[in-house]
């Protein structure tokens, strides 16, 4: 399980969304079809049903933005 170990610096959530995405709005709409304040509201509606609690075989669990991410990808 090495390919998810260096999810947090060199994933798809850490590098294109958090260094690239989250500076610009516009790309940001581009990208996703919706903007940030839409992304936010989509969040708070289902970011609890989507979120995954730790475990022991599952120490950081997806987080729901980074669920949602991918999901409008």
Known sequence: MDLYKNRNVEGYSYVLIK???LENEETFR???RVNRRQFQYVL??????IEKPSCRRIKKPISADEKLYVTLR
Request: with cysteine; charged share 0%; hydrophobic share 40%.
């Open 30 to 32: 581009n990208f996703f």
């Open 44 to 49: 708070s509606c289902i970011g609890t049903i």
């Open 19 to 21: 260094n690239h995405l």
